[in-house]
């Protein structure tokens, strides 16, 4: 019987060729999908790692690489960024996971549990450009706790807005949506845990807070840690809220990037951008690879989705 | 199950803590919103949501951005699925690089992609025209990881082997397996990952402000340097938007197989 061929890939047909030739034609079948990688992923990556060896000119050399690990200015935004990105990460991770504890203990697809679900599916992907509206609208001059804090607390940070506009504000920011992914993240986990652990510690005496100490926690902490290595890599990549609340380039590192980039004055720097986001891929590296090693102690217990 | 009272207030004031972390800056943009701006206005006003639709290149953009998730969609109905089944059922041997492949994008931030995709980016839009189609090509990177992760959470679910072996004997050709049999019986996967692709085009804002392309995201920055109330509006309209269309999808799996990446 005739086998059509599949998009065009050369999958070949029943008739010809041998056995042997079929079973390597099976791998043309891959290739689209390997032009489409290679070229919208595979080559930036490999334009970024090899052209932070590179000067402007595009001659060998670690000039940049160097001029970049020894500037303060990036020192200083790659700072900041590590900063943020660990505090958010923390804080997010604690707040979420216990949000994600309270819906558990709620009940099972009950109307809580459906819409804090809906809710963070959409909130964590409310980063950028609209949740920097959001927090203008609240704490910004004019918004809406900011004007309640100048009539009742008038003395207090809330009624001063200028620390939105700093480090404080994008940690609080970036908290916003940090703790939606969390709960996406961890709910899972949380739904995994054999309510028979909870019974067996329950039926040999245990307190509440004793199966928490001495089970539950112990066995969450690796998933626990992922999930927060997971939020780190979010907040330290994120480039768009910063650019809206923040004008200033060097505060953080992707700002920096984008305007080595993209500078306006003509002193555009591609070398300078690459360099910058070499030092960022390894970090994210670094810590997806920590990520890696947790989940394969989690996935010990938790059945692999 | 009885609870204690304690176990109770703390679960309730950690809902509403984080209750009123999430949702007051909701509320703080409707209020914001509906203020009076400029002279004629007094006391609320719906103004700035009316003069949504007057924006000049508001609709342009929404027309764009859904474009580019159309075309999102497209690559990934018709190249990344039928890949990865592919790849599932001829090539065991490649199943381990292609899942390396679809979770690089985790370990490459969205700027360090716009900076290795300029120069190609830059050299299109000069030799061919500024379509959405690069644009749809680094979307379609950015959100692999999560296309397979759901991809293959529904794929090891099913038997595909035996699936695709009863097809073949019954006559059906590979591209009627691949798209006739095993892709409804993984619909719930591909709809997890098709609306996970609309809200990130709808929501991306670092390569396209980057690579200097007007989507829906550029555009709200944009509006919001003129008139602070229409982009509130917006951002409002488009998130509400959003919630609407995800409390439509059942939402019984789709949490767990959108973000739980695993790259151990």
């Not at chain 2, 690069?134 to 990881?145: F, K």
Request: aromatic share 10%; with cysteine.
């Amino acid at each position: 019987m005739d086998q059509l061929q599949y998009k065009g890939t050369g999958s070949a047909s029943g008739r010809t060729g041998s056995r042997y030739w079929r079973g390597k034609a099976a791998y043309l079948g891959v290739l689209p999908f390997l032009l489409l990688s290679g070229l919208f992923l595979l080559y930036p990556t490999w334009n970024v790692v090899s052209g932070a060896f590179k000067d402007n000119k595009s001659r060998f050399s670690t000039t940049v690489l160097k001029e970049v690990y020894r500037s303060k200015v990036a020192r200083h935004a790659f700072a900041n960024s590590l900063e943020i990105s660990a505090k958010t990460a923390i804080v997010g991770a604690v707040l979420g996971a216990l949000f994600a504890w309270a819906i558990v203990t709620g009940k099972p697809g009950g109307p809580l549990y459906k819409v804090s679900v809906a809710l963070s599916s959409v909130l964590a992907q409310f980063g950028g450009v609209m949740l920097t509206f959001a927090f203008l609208a609240t704490f910004g001059f004019n918004g809406l706790v900011s004007t309640l804090a100048i009539k009742i607390l008038p003395h207090t940070f809330l009624a001063d807005s200028t620390w939105l506009y700093g480090k404080t504000g994008l940690t609080v920011l970036y908290t916003f949506f940090q703790i939606p992914l969390m709960v996406l993240v961890f709910l899972p986990t949380l739904e995994n845990l054999k309510p028979q652990w909870r019974e067996a510690s329950d039926a040999l005496g245990g307190r509440a807070h004793e199966y928490w100490l001495r089970v539950g926690i112990p066995i969450l902490t690796p998933s626990f840690a992922g999930a927060a290595l997971l939020l780190f890599v979010n907040s330290f990549s994120a480039y768009a809220t910063a650019n809206t609340l923040i004008n200033l380039s060097d505060f953080l590192t992707p700002l920096e990037i984008a305007t080595a980039l993209t500078s306006e004055t003509g002193g555009s720097n591609p070398a300078e951008a690459k360099s910058l986001s070499l030092f960022m891929v390894i970090v994210v590296v670094i810590v997806m690879g920590l990520y890696a090693l947790l989940r394969r102690r989690v996935s010990k217990w938790e059945p692999r989705r | 199950m009885k609870r204690s009272l304690a176990v109770q207030i703390w679960r309730w004031s950690i809902i509403l803590t984080v209750a009123l972390y999430l949702l007051v800056p909701l509320y703080a943009m409707l209020d914001f919103s509906t203020k009076p701006f400029g002279f004629a206005d007094k006391g609320r006003t719906w103004r700035a949501w009316k003069m949504i639709a007057t924006q000049p290149d508001l609709s342009a953009a929404i027309t764009r951005s859904l474009i580019t998730a159309l075309i999102v969609m497209a690559l990934i109905l018709f190249l990344i699925v039928p890949t990865a089944i592919w790849v599932h059922l001829k090539l065991p041997a490649l199943r381990r690089p292609f899942e390396l492949l679809c979770l690089l994008p985790l370990a490459i931030p969205a700027i360090v992609i716009v900076v290795g995709i300029a120069p190609l980016y830059r050299w299109i839009s000069i030799n061919l025209s500024e379509s959405p189609i690069t644009l749809a090509g680094v979307y379609s990177m950015l959100i692999l990881p999560y296309t397979y992760r759901s991809l293959s959470a529904a794929l090891d679910a099913v038997d595909i082997h035996t699936l695709a072996e009863a097809a073949t004997t019954l006559g059906a050709s590979i591209s009627r397996v691949i798209f006739g049999i095993i892709m409804p019986t993984i619909k719930t996967g591909i709809v997890n990952g098709s609306f996970i692709a609309i809200a990130l085009v709808l929501g991306e804002y670092t390569i396209s402000n980057i690579l200097n392309f007007k989507t829906f995201q550029v555009v709200i920055a944009q509006i919001g340097r003129t008139n602070g109330n229409v982009a509130v509006a917006v951002s409002l309209a488009s998130l509400l938007f959003v919630l609407f269309l995800l409390l439509l999808v059942p939402t019984k799996k789709r949490q767990g197989a959108v973000l739980d990446v695993d790259i151990a």
